[in-house]
């Protein structure tokens, strides 16, 4: 599966962002689906997971009740809504895939990633 990351930029501090994330090739719906983040100087951090089907999702703490995935499978795209947004949230963002499973938080249990989307938030 080939995945193309987009809708990152410059927003400030308390501001919204939505991230999508098209992908092509296999059957979308056979992967789960998830967000990572890369900031300068820091290792890739788990952001969110999905479910194939959508009904499963996992959020690291940093962003829990801000951040919502989902996906829409018809459309074959992943989303990233990323609400009430901070400084510290400024990163690359990567959207991953693998097949099969249920969710996954490690980034080694992804084989396919999307070239990254820049998210800047000013204070």
């Known amino acids: 599966v080939q995945l193309q990351a987009s809708g990152g930029g410059l927003v400030q501090a308390g501001g919204s962002l939505r991230l999508s994330c098209a992908a092509s090739?296999?059957?979308?719906?056979?992967?789960?689906m998830g967000w990572f983040r890369q900031a300068p100087g820091k290792e890739r951090e788990f952001v969110a997971a999905?479910?194939?089907?959508?009904?499963?999702?996992n959020y690291a703490d940093s962003v829990k009740g801000r951040f919502t995935i989902s996906r829409d499978n018809a459309k074959n795209t992943l989303y990233l809504q990323m609400n009430s947004l901070k400084p510290d949230d400024t990163a690359v963002y990567y959207c991953?895939?693998?097949?099969?499973?249920?969710?996954?938080?490690?980034?080694?249990?992804?084989?396919?990633w999307g070239q990254g989307t820049q998210v800047t938030v000013s204070s």
């Open positions: 991953a895939a693998t097949y099969g499973g249920t969710y996954y938080i490690k980034g080694s249990q992804y084989d396919y």
């Open positions: 999905i479910s194939r089907g959508g009904g499963s999702s």
């Open positions: 090739g296999r059957t979308f719906s056979g992967y789960v």
